[in-house]
């Protein structure tokens, strides 16, 4: 955060040349509810880790959703009604949270009162797990990399400390 604006998110929508083109959402289902409208900074800022890494909606843009598995986001399907109840119930209870079990694939109030389950790709389930993003899938080959470092090297020495 800077200021009163989030880095990235804000910067990316000012100087998207794209968005020049967009009109506002006449579509019930784009038009952001009120409550989502204006965020306080602080409130956003009180998330910690643990409180920001599940989004759940009825769908999802594919970029948008693409890309929260590379930030070690988990984009949750559910269907309107369901996400509709939860909005309902965070509004109603301070307090409300949620229990997500990644590995049961699974979404439930504290209370048993509500249980969901999600789909999720076993590839991506894997990473999400393991902490794992595109770096560090590659890291774990790194014992690899460096013996085909090693013998390229070898079999090309005039390409050493050319990079």
Same mark, same amino acid.
């Given at each position: 955060p800077m200021g009163n604006r989030i880095y990235g998110c804000d910067d990316?929508?000012?100087?998207?040349?794209?968005?020049?083109?967009?009109?506002?959402?006449?579509?019930?289902?784009?038009?952001?509810r009120e409550e989502l409208k204006d965020p306080k900074l602080a409130d956003l800022i009180a998330l910690d880790d643990a409180g920001f890494r599940i989004v759940i909606a009825p769908s999802f843009?594919?970029?948008?959703?693409?890309?929260? /598995?590379?930030?070690?986001?988990?984009?949750?399907?559910?269907s309107e009604e369901d996400v509709e109840m939860?909005?309902?119930k965070v509004a109603g209870q301070a307090g409300f949270e949620l229990k997500v079990d990644l590995s049961a694939q699974t979404v439930s109030t504290?209370?048993?009162? /509500?249980?969901?389950?999600?789909?999720?790709?076993?590839?991506?389930?894997?990473?999400?797990?393991?902490?794992?993003?595109?770096?560090?899938? =590659?890291?774990?080959?790194?014992?690899?990399?460096? =013996? /085909?470092?090693?013998?390229?090297?070898?079999?090309?020495?005039?390409?050493?400390?050319?990079?």
């Open positions: 990316c929508l000012a100087a998207c040349p794209w968005n020049k083109f967009a009109q506002s959402a006449r579509e019930a289902k784009l038009v952001a843009a594919d970029i948008f959703f693409n890309n929260c /598995f590379k930030n070690g986001l988990l984009p949750i399907v559910l939860l909005f309902q504290l209370d048993g009162s /509500f249980q969901r389950t999600f789909d999720v790709e076993p590839f991506r389930k894997h990473c999400l797990i393991n902490g794992l993003d595109d770096i560090g899938l =590659t890291l774990q080959h790194s014992d690899a990399i460096h =013996t /085909f470092e090693e013998r390229h090297i070898s079999r090309f020495p005039w390409l050493a400390n050319t990079i």
